[in-house]
Nanobody
Framework: VQLQASGGGLVQAGDSLKLSCAASGGTFSTYGMGWFRQAPGKEREFVAAITWSGGTIYGESVKGRFSISRDNAKNTVYLQMNNLKPEDTAVYSC?????????????????WGQGTQVTVSS
């Protein structure tokens, strides 16, 4: 499975941004999909995940602000990010997992896309 993330950019605090992750080469609908982020000097952090059937899980720091969704017909998973804060600045990566239930730990994801930079200015 190949994953291609896009949609990052430079925004101001309070703005919104929507990331996309397009998958190819596999049966997308069977994978749990996750978003992780990593800021400079910090460990990779779980952001959100969605099961093959649409169930969602969120990291504590993004609950109520971020929303993950998927379109199995387009082989794409999305991350809608609202009310962005400077501490959301990081490289965001998408990943695919066959493990069920959908994991929140990165070591249980089998496939990773390249990251997309999100920078939030204050």
């Amino acid at each position: 499975v190949q994953l291609q993330a896009s949609g990052g950019g430079l925004v101001q605090a309070g703005d919104s941004l929507k990331l996309s992750c397009a998958a190819s080469g596999g049966t997308f609908s069977t994978y749990g999909m996750g978003w992780f982020r990593q800021a400079p000097g910090k460990e990779r952090e779980f952001v959100a995940a969605i099961t093959w059937s649409g169930g969602t899980i969120y990291g504590e720091s993004v609950k109520g602000r971020f929303s993950i969704s998927r379109d199995n017909a387009k082989n794409t998973v999305y991350l809608q990010m609202n009310n962005l804060k400077p501490e959301d600045t990081a490289v965001y990566s998408c990943a695919a997992a066959l493990r069920r239930p959908v994991p929140t730990l990165p070591q249980f994801y089998s496939y990773w896309g390249q990251g997309t930079q999100v920078t939030v200015s204050s």
